[in-house]
Each structure stands twice: as structure tokens, then as C-alpha cells.
């Protein structure tokens, strides 16, 4: 097993896979990311492609491409294994019993069962009527292909038959969400039936369930699915994304269609950045899935009709992630198959047309409502604050309520107040349990480790003190045992700037714990327990680190960290501002005091965006 684990890793890039799932960025020899395992606004993910190991300076997760994989899709190790091995084409010991968990298995029973619905579509007389339905609806055999779209006879048990003489049991195939119990007796038989077969495939491209159409008119269920299962959660899949990804990440767009049968022409038609919600709303879990390839979003939603409800839902989740929401309006048809069916240029036109999702609103709202008069005026100003409301970046929700005071000519501060309350509502209705601040600012961990780290590159290249020192304000540190450190560092490079610099000049590292020892004695500061158990850990590392990092690479993990304390202070300070900001509003304070506020807030925003 170890072979072929060093194998795959061997076979890898950490860089390329993690690349799907977070934006990586160059960062001097590393790569940094905003971690997908908490909240942040700052990058503390660092990766190493030499070393091919990741690191999270935030939460302190970190380890190889095993690790990540298992932590990110909550894998266990053979899971893991077998996903990767099949990424590197590493052949595996099927005599290996760890690749005969339940959940492979399952995986493995819904991958043949796609394959044999897929080849009655292909070859089967009963599946007559299903190729021509999709031949009329304008699918391509080659798409067909791609999507391994099947067929499923009108027979009670042609699966749950097939499955079995494959080597799967009743239990496996009811497992997998492929069959139901009978009510009378004992027994199963197949959950679809006389229906045109969709795989919903997970990120990894492996059949997770399926979405069944009939082609029956008196068929009261156009459309049944797979049911939650072990390897199916339906809050963290959407049809379309395993083919999509690539093509989302490439174009910094994600277009959201209803259904299956919205993907597939899109994808035909050259507009391959396609993934389907059908016909739900959109999870946090969806969402965050999304924000690792993109933040820009546009939605080919039916804003009219029933599904309006999930579409808004949708747009409130999304637009309170802080991503770029945009709407797409179709000159034809009421979905995305019918406008390409009826002229396929109309949809990639479609695409490039979409508004931003608050001139959307508006736009809506002033259609709708003629706000030349009271109470129309009203109606307006409460859909409009409650589109406001949701959105995640207070700086931008500024912009819409001046905008908005502007379009109905009446008081900001009246607006602002309606604002504050509709905000309560909308924490409460989806469970908001902390505060933007404690959410986003860095934790104790984090905190440690930066200082640990800048403490050994100090020690281990003294020509780097004196920047520390510069550019490290007292302010950065908010754990009292780091500042208190911190502090008599500094104390220590003060009483020996002399020393320090001539070994700058001449680079000798090993000499710098002497003349520490030296300032020990000589000046006898009072360091208490923890902190010289933390001096212990910071020399135990230099020493272990000596000779091994070049300086090349200590001078960019060097800024990187200096950004990146620099980065939280600032976050912290914009949290700050921002329930300042909130406090004011909400008690009424003169439009000279909220100003100020604003203008240290933009201030600082624009400091960080320059870091």
C-alpha cells in the first residue's frame, strides 16, 4: 500500500489538484489561498509544490494531497485512495480490503448501473421512444455520450435482476437509492421505471444518483430522483458542475439553470460553463463548493413562475456570500433549452446581457410599482432595502441605499433605519450566530504560529530582524501572551542593534543565540513560563530549519507573513469600523459622525486592498 500511496503522490502535482478546488495564487516559491476549511478574508493557506505539502497558518490543518482530499470531501482513506489512484492511473491490490468499503462498493454499483442504462438507451427496441424524444429535443449522440444519459425499461425488477448477477445485494442496490421496498411482503423493485436515465456525477466524475424522466403524460412526477444516501447528499451536488468546473474556473463565470434538460443544449450550443439546480434553491454547501472555481454567478432562473421563491432564496444565499450575482433574461422561450432550440446564438448573447442583480431589482421595481405615488412608493422601498438587506459587504450596500434615496427622493436616514431592522430579521431567519468580526478575525492559532514562524526566520537570518521589528506593529497581536513576547523582542533587538546588524552584514546566524544568551544575563528580563516554553519551540525549530531554507525562500516566506499579519490587523479594525458604523446608524447619530466613520473605513479597505 505504501508503494503505491508514494506512487500516486509521485504521480500528482498538490498544486494542480488543489487548484480545483481554491484559486490558488503565486506567493515568492509558495502558493497562498483563502483556506476552504474556515472563514477568512485573507489568504493563510500556503503551498509548497517543491516539498508538496499545504499548510493553513489560520486553523492549522495541513498535510499531503491524501489529507486534502479527505478533509475537504470528508473522504476516509480508501476512499481517498481510490479516487486518487484513478486521477494518477495507479493500478491498486484489488485483493486490498480496505478498497472494499461500503461506500466504494456503492460507488462502484451506481457507476455499472449507469453504464448498463446507458447501453439500453443505445441498443435497446424498448428504448425506441426515448431516442426519439431526445433526438426532438435536439441532443446530439454525442452529448448523450458525454453525459452518459440511459434508459430504464418499464419492468419491475430489470435492475435489481442485473445488480444482483453482478455480485451486489437487495440491501447494496436499496442503499444506493436504486430501489424501493415493497409494501406488501418482502422484497424490492426498481424505484425507476419507463424513464430516461441522468447520472448526477459528484466532483470526482463518479455517479452519485440520478434524476428519472418519464416520457408518460399521465405520469403525475415528470421528474423523480435519487433520495439522500450515504455517497448522494443533494445540498452539495449539481448536475453538470463535474464538466463544468473547468470551463467555470477558465471563464470566472458559473451560469445556474433549472434543469437537466437546460444543461444539455447549453453544453451542445458551446456554453459549457452550465450546472443545474433542479428546480431547488441553492445550499450554503452548493455555494461554497462554487466560490472555489468562481464568485461571479449568473442565474437562468424562471423568475415568474413557481420556482420564483427558490430563485430568490437563491439570489438572498448568494448575494450573502458576497458573490457577484448577475440575471440572465432570455429573448425566447421560458428556459434555456427552448431559446437555444429556437436560435442557439440567443443564449451565449443572453449571457453576455445579464444585468447585475440590483439593477435587476430595480429595474422590477420600477416597472412594477409607479412610485409617483405614497403608497406604490412604499411598496417599492420595502423590496428594494429587503434585496439590500441580504447583500454581504456593507461598502456595497451603501452604494445601493444612496441609490436607492435617489430613485425615490426620500430620506437616507430614514431608509438606513429600515435598513438596521431588516438586517435583525434576515440574521435571525438564517441562523447568523456570530458577528462578521469574530468571524474573520484571526484565531490564537493562527497568531502563534505567524510569530513562531517570524521568530525563526529572525534567528535564523539576522539580517531580517530589524524589517520584523519595522514592520510589525504592537497592534497586530491580539493574544496577550504573543504580545507580551513580541514585545520583549523587540526590547532584545533594541539593546543590541549594534551587535545584530554587524551579523547581518555578515550572515552569521549561528551566533545570534550567543548574544541572546548574553542579553539574558546581562539585562534579565522577565519572561514567564509560557513564553520561554515558546523560546524553547522557536529554537528547536531554527536549529531543526538551519541550512535547509536558502534565503531566497526565507525572504518570500518572510513577506508573505509580514502581509499577512498586516492583512488581519486591518481586517480586524474594518470589523470594527463596520459595527461602529452599525451602532451609529442604528442610534441615530448626525450624518457628520457617520461620514467620518466612512471615511476610515474606506481608508482602511483601501489600505488592504494595496497590502
Same mark, same amino acid.
Given at each position: 500500500m505504501s508503494r503505491e500511496v508514494e506512487e500516486i503522490k509521485a504521480k500528482l502535482d498538490l498544486v494542480d489538484f488543489m487548484s480545483e478546488y481554491v484559486k490558488l495564487l503565486p506567493a515568492g516559491g509558495n502558493f497562498k489561498a483563502l483556506c476552504p476549511f474556515h472563514n477568512e478574508k485573507t489568504p493563510s493557506l500556503m503551498v509548497n509544490r517543491q516539498r508538496q505539502i499545504w499548510k493553513c497558518f489560520g486553523c492549522g490543518e495541513g498535510g499531503d494531497?491524501?489529507?486534502?482530499?479527505? #478533509?475537504?470531501?470528508?473522504?476516509?482513506?480508501?476512499?481517498?485512495?481510490?479516487?486518487?489512484?484513478?486521477?494518477?492511473?495507479?493500478?491498486?491490490r484489488t485483493q486490498d480490503p480496505a478498497l472494499n468499503s461500503e461506500k466504494n462498493r456503492l460507488?462502484?454499483?451506481?457507476?455499472l448501473a449507469a453504464r448498463y442504462w446507458h447501453k439500453v438507451l443505445l441498443d435497446s427496441s424498448a428504448a425506441k421512444e426515448a431516442r426519439d424524444y431526445l433526438s426532438q429535443r435536439g441532443l446530439s449522440w454525442e452529448t448523450i455520450e458525454d453525459f452518459r444519459l440511459g434508459y430504464a425499461?418499464?419492468?419491475?425488477?430489470?435492475?435489481?435482476?442485473?445488480?444482483?448477477?453482478?455480485?451486489?445485494?437487495?440491501?447494496?442496490?436499496?442503499?444506493?437509492?436504486?430501489? +424501493?421496498?415493497?409494501?406488501?411482503?418482502?422484497?424490492?423493485?426498481?424505484?425507476?421505471?419507463?424513464?430516461?436515465?441522468?447520472?448526477?456525477?459528484?466532483?470526482?466524475?463518479?455517479?452519485?444518483?440520478?434524476?428519472?424522466?418519464?416520457?408518460?403524460?399521465?405520469?403525475?412526477?415528470?421528474?423523480?430522483?435519487?433520495?439522500?444516501?450515504? +455517497?448522494?447528499? #443533494?445540498?452539495?451536488?449539481?448536475?453538470?458542475f463535474y464538466r463544468a468546473k473547468e470551463t467555470i474556473k477558465k471563464n470566472d463565470l458559473c451560469i445556474l439553470v433549472e434543469?437537466?434538460?437546460? +444543461?444539455?443544449?447549453?453544453?451542445?450550443?458551446?456554453v459549457k460553463n452550465v450546472a443545474a439546480i433542479s428546480g431547488t434553491a441553492l445550499t450554503g454547501e452548493q455555494i461554497k463548493i462554487l466560490k472555489r472555481y468562481s464568485n461571479n454567478l449568473a442565474l437562468a432562473l424562471d423568475m415568474d413562475a413557481a420556482g420564483q421563491q427558490a430563485a430568490l432564496r437563491s439570489i438572498d444565499l448568494a448575494l450573502a456570500e458576497e458573490m457577484n450575482v448577475k440575471i440572465i433574461s432570455l429573448p425566447f422561450g421560458k428556459d434555456p433549452g427552448e431559446c437555444i432550440k429556437n436560435n442557439p446564438q440567443d443564449w451565449p448573447d443572453s449571457i453576455v446581457k445579464a444585468q447585475a442583480v440590483m439593477d435587476y431589482f430595480f429595474g422590477s421595481a420600477l416597472s412594477k410599482y409607479d412610485i409617483s405615488q405614497p403608497e406604490q412608493k412604499k411598496k417599492a422601498a420595502k423590496f428594494l432595502l429587503e434585496k439590500i438587506?441580504?447583500?454581504?459587504?456593507?461598502?456595497?450596500?451603501?452604494?445601493?441605499?444612496?441609490?436607492?434615496?435617489?430613485?425615490?427622493?426620500?430620506? !437616507?436616514?430614514?431608509?438606513?433605519?429600515?435598513?438596521?431592522?431588516?438586517?435583525?430579521?434576515?440574521?435571525?431567519?438564517?441562523? +447568523?450566530?456570530?458577528?462578521?468580526?469574530?468571524?474573520?478575525?484571526?484565531?490564537?492559532?493562527?497568531?502563534?504560529?505567524?510569530? #513562531?514562524?517570524?521568530?525563526?526566520l529572525a534567528f535564523n537570518f539576522p539580517q531580517y530582524f530589524f524589517r520584523i521589528v519595522e514592520s510589525v506593529s504592537l497592534d497586530f497581536w491580539n493574544n496577550d501572551l504573543n504580545l507580551s513576547l513580541y514585545k520583549k523582542i523587540v526590547l532584545f533587538y533594541t539593546r543590541n542593534t549594534g551587535s545584530l546588524e554587524k551579523l547581518s552584514v555578515d550572515k552569521l546566524g549561528t551566533e545570534i543565540w550567543k548574544i541572546f544568551d548574553e542579553w539574558l544575563k546581562r539585562d534579565k528580563p522577565d519572561f514567564s513560563a509560557a513564553e520561554s516554553k515558546l523560546l524553547e519551540e522557536v529554537f528547536l525549530?531554527?536549529?531543526?530549519?538551519?541550512?535547509?531554507? !536558502?534565503?531566497?525562500?526565507? #525572504?518570500?516566506?518572510?513577506?508573505?507573513?509580514?502581509?499577512?499579519?498586516?492583512?488581519?490587523?486591518?481586517?480586524?479594525?474594518?470589523?470594527?469600523?463596520?459595527?461602529?458604523?452599525?451602532?451609529?446608524?442604528?442610534?441615530?447619530?448626525?450624518?457628520?459622525?457617520?461620514?467620518?466613520?466612512?471615511?476610515?473605513?474606506?481608508?482602511?479597505?483601501?489600505?488592504?486592498?494595496?497590502?
Open positions: 494531497v491524501f489529507n486534502f482530499l479527505m #478533509k475537504i470531501e470528508g473522504l476516509e482513506f480508501a476512499e481517498a485512495l481510490k479516487v486518487l489512484a484513478q486521477r494518477a492511473g495507479v493500478a491498486l460507488y462502484g454499483l451506481l457507476d425499461i418499464e419492468a419491475w425488477d430489470d435492475l435489481n435482476n442485473f445488480l444482483i448477477k453482478k455480485g451486489f445485494t437487495e440491501a447494496e442496490i436499496f442503499s444506493a437509492g436504486l430501489s +424501493v421496498k415493497k409494501e406488501r411482503g418482502t422484497g424490492f423493485y426498481d424505484r425507476f421505471r419507463a424513464r430516461i436515465m441522468f447520472p448526477i456525477l459528484d466532483l470526482h466524475g463518479r455517479a452519485v444518483g440520478f434524476g428519472g424522466r418519464t416520457l408518460k403524460k399521465e405520469e403525475a412526477a415528470k421528474y423523480i430522483n435519487t433520495p439522500q444516501t450515504s +455517497v448522494y447528499n #443533494k445540498s452539495s451536488v449539481l448536475y453538470g434543469g437537466y434538460m437546460d +444543461v444539455l443544449p447549453s453544453y451542445q450550443a458551446g438587506s441580504k447583500l454581504g459587504d456593507r461598502v456595497e450596500q451603501d452604494y445601493w441605499l444612496k441609490k436607492l434615496a435617489a430613485t425615490l427622493a426620500a430620506s !437616507e436616514a430614514v431608509l438606513r433605519e429600515l435598513l438596521v431592522k431588516l438586517e435583525r430579521g434576515f440574521g435571525k431567519r438564517v441562523g +447568523v450566530k456570530k458577528t462578521e468580526a469574530a468571524q474573520n478575525r484571526p484565531s490564537e492559532d493562527q497568531e502563534l504560529i505567524l510569530l #513562531k514562524r517570524l521568530l525563526v525549530l531554527a536549529q531543526a530549519e538551519r541550512g535547509v531554507i !536558502e534565503e531566497k525562500a526565507a #525572504k518570500e516566506e518572510l513577506d508573505n507573513f509580514l502581509k499577512l499579519l498586516k492583512n488581519n490587523y486591518l481586517t480586524g479594525e474594518i470589523d470594527r469600523l463596520k459595527q461602529t458604523l452599525e451602532k451609529a446608524e442604528l442610534a441615530g447619530r448626525p450624518a457628520e459622525e457617520l461620514a467620518q466613520i466612512y471615511l476610515k473605513l474606506n481608508e482602511l479597505i483601501k489600505q488592504k486592498n494595496i497590502n
